[in-house]
């Protein structure tokens, strides 16, 4: 085991060196000169060459290189040209906010992709599985950017039964200001015990979760169904089957555990998946989050800002498979010989 | 007694899924409708009409107008040119960069493999969507920059994948056998290894074919990919949102259209995988 972990460690390590490599040399091709941008456009040619000396842009390239992953190492990920704060911080602020739309999101997909996975399983070729199938289907194939703005415009437009846009009332912020602890609104409203934001917040989530939880759903539903159908042909079904136990019980005590293995590394990769996916609905929505932060920052050419959070998504990615690959090591023997 | 669906008899051979004919049907019909636009449509692709924006569907309009008076249906008709070649183009590309990379990754082992599976990792980290952005900004936003961007973040799948098969192809006897007679290894691999290794990448580009024509319209809609005068379902949406909530045609139609496309490739995928994987029962 500890050879498996060091090994997997070592893997993650060189994906994220790579990755830094990667986006060093896509954030140089971008147009634009940052010191330009930085500088402003009345900028005087002296001005230029101190933002250009300030920023490094002067040096060789493979010394740029080796000053930008020194200054990562040592927490500096630059300065957003837009917000003139540094990068690290903005993503203090509006990673938060996307871990919670997606974990919220995500919670939502588990309580209604399990059950409709379930259902199909039990009915099989019946009417209930080949309205999962097809509901699934359609989940995953429908335009999250399309099914925002039809919600949008249907729920909070037509109907006026949620709100627009936004992550919550921002009147509520001189009647109750919010304490902030760990940036995610609804925790800290949560233990702040902050009653008004958190019903705000929580009207706010309805619409956009419910889009970023469509794709995952129907991945989830689809996943059970197929594991459940699998593990009914083993023989300890069989066992169980001439036990006594119903059918329903068979399924969700016996076949669903284990089918858990593999549906919690899909759910770790769709993690991911659903937080690019999400910014597309962030930007509809405009929850504060990475993505309308990402979308912010490339209609302004902000290198620094993409960079940071082109490097945070995919460290995130990379800690997602390897919490899971870990996790499988502990589960199952067999995963460590891979 | 049947009370137990789940004892119902393995899927019998050559019985085929109706769902998955349901996606291949739809996929014929949003083909040739594709092929077919300058004959099917109705009016001519991009022709502003300023006396007729917006007008609700009607017998001369039937999916109505947009703001700029273009016939919703002919623009619809001429942006499955643009999805369908999108697809076409970006899955080709990856699978044959994919499907080179992995096989020679599978069939030599060791460093080789280590070697461009660690490049793979790294190109599956990258979030997708933001390569996209950043190659749109470089290249300037256009069909083939979507393109680009896209293969560019596609292809490491195909190269883990056929990696993963041409390994275990490589230990068939056959393959021994080859090599044994003396036959050169490129020679193995191009004769024996990648043929043998080809069904189930070619399962999964099936599959993946609703989730590049999202990832185009996606694209599109940020402003990144096709831009006027192409006609594209994503920009369609992203031109039209302001108009919606007066005008619930404008983007219902171009999101159906996605809708639909992407739905019938994801049927005919599953139906497919399904088919051609002999250790899966599910139906």
């Known amino acids: 085991m500890p050879r498996y972990v060091a090994r997997r460690l070592g893997q993650a390590f060189l994906v994220v060196a790579g990755v830094v490599v990667l986006t060093f040399v896509?954030?140089?091709?971008?147009p634009g000169d940052p010191a330009v941008a930085f500088a402003g456009p009345k900028a005087t040619p002296q001005q230029l060459a101190e933002a250009r000396a300030r920023f490094g842009l002067d040096d060789p390239l493979p010394a740029q290189l080796w000053n930008y992953v020194r200054d990562l190492a040592a927490g500096?990920?630059?300065?957003?040209?837009?917000?003139?704060?540094p990068v690290l911080s903005d993503l203090y602020v509006a990673f938060p906010a996307s871990l919670e739309l997606v974990g919220t999101a995500l919670l939502l997909a588990v309580l209604a992709g399990i059950p409709a996975g379930v259902l199909a399983a039990r009915h099989r070729t019946r009417l209930p599985?080949?309205?999962?199938?097809v509901g699934g289907m359609l989940a995953v194939s429908v335009p999250v950017f399309w099914?925002?703005?039809?919600?949008?415009t249907v729920f909070a437009g037509t109907l006026d039964w949620l709100p627009v846009a936004g992550e919550y009332d921002v009147a509520l912020d001189t009647t109750s200001p919010l304490t902030l602890w760990t940036n995610i609104t609804l925790v800290d409203a949560l233990i702040t015990g902050n009653w008004p934001i958190l019903t705000s917040t929580l009207q706010h989530l309805v619409l956009p979760a419910i889009v970023v939880a469509a794709y995952p759903t129907g991945v989830i539903a689809q996943m059970t169904r197929a594991a459940l159908i699998e593990e009914a042909g083993q023989d300890h079904i069989r066992l169980e089957r001439a036990l006594g136990f119903g059918e329903t019980s068979i399924l969700v005590r016996f076949a669903l555990r284990p089918a858990l293995n593999p549906l919690l590394s899909l759910i770790a990769?769709?993690?991911?998946?659903?937080?690019v996916n999400g910014f597309l609905v962030e930007a509809v929505f405009n929850w504060p989050g990475l993505g309308?932060?990402?979308v912010d920052a490339i209609g302004d050419s902000d290198v620094p800002a993409i960079a940071g959070v082109t490097l945070l998504v995919a460290l995130v990615y990379v800690l997602a498979n390897l919490v899971v690959d870990l996790l499988q090591g502990v589960v199952d023997p067999r995963a460590r010989q891979r | 007694m049947s009370v137990l669906s789940l004892t119902k008899p393995v899927r019998r051979p050559g019985r085929v899924d109706r769902l998955a004919v349901l996606g291949g049907v739809l996929i014929v019909l949003v083909a040739l409708s594709a092929v077919l636009a300058p004959w099917l449509a109705p009016y001519e692709e991009n022709t502003p009409d300023p006396l007729h924006s917006l007008d609700p569907p009607s017998g001369a309009h039937w999916f109505g107008t947009d703001f700029a008076g273009r016939d919703v249906l002919t623009q619809i008709l001429y942006g499955g040119r643009t999805s369908l070649t999108i697809v076409v183009a970006v899955l080709t590309v990856s699978a044959v960069v994919g499907v080179t990379l992995g096989v020679v990754a599978g069939y030599a082992g060791g460093p080789v493999r280590d070697v461009i599976m660690r490049v793979t990792d790294v190109f599956l980290a990258f979030p997708a969507l933001l390569l996209s952005l950043a190659l749109a900004v470089v290249l300037?936003?256009?069909?083939t920059t979507a393109i680009v961007a896209i293969a560019a973040t596609w292809w490491p799948w195909y190269a883990r994948l056929a990696a993963s098969v041409a390994a275990s192809v490589a230990t068939r006897p056959y393959v021994d056998a080859a090599r044994c007679l003396g036959v050169p290894a490129p020679l193995v691999v191009l004769r024996h290894v990648l043929p043998n290794s080809l069904t189930p990448v070619l399962v999964q580009v099936s599959l993946d074919a609703g989730g590049v024509i999202l990832t185009a319209a996606a694209l599109s809609y940020l402003g990144l990919g096709a831009r006027e005068p192409v006609a594209e379902w994503g920009l369609m949406v992203q031109q039209s949102?302001?108009?919606?909530?007066?005008?619930?045609?404008?983007v219902t139609f171009p999101g159906l259209a996605i809708l639909v496309t992407a739905f019938a490739f994801n049927l005919l995928g599953e139906g497919l995988r399904a088919a051609l994987d002999p250790r899966r029962v599910i139906r």
């Open chain 1, 269 to 275: 990769l769709v993690f991911a998946y659903a937080i």
């Open chain 1, 129 to 133: 599985d080949v309205g999962v199938r």
């Open chain 1, 76 to 85: 500096d990920w630059g300065t957003s040209l837009r917000t003139r704060r």
């Open chain 2, 241 to 250: 949102q302001t108009y919606f909530t007066t005008n619930w045609w404008v």
């Open chain 1, 147 to 152: 099914l925002a703005l039809a919600l949008q």
């Open chain 1, 26 to 30: 896509v954030t140089r091709l971008l």
């Open chain 2, 140 to 143: 300037g936003p256009s069909v």
């Open chain 1, 292 to 294: 309308r932060y990402a």
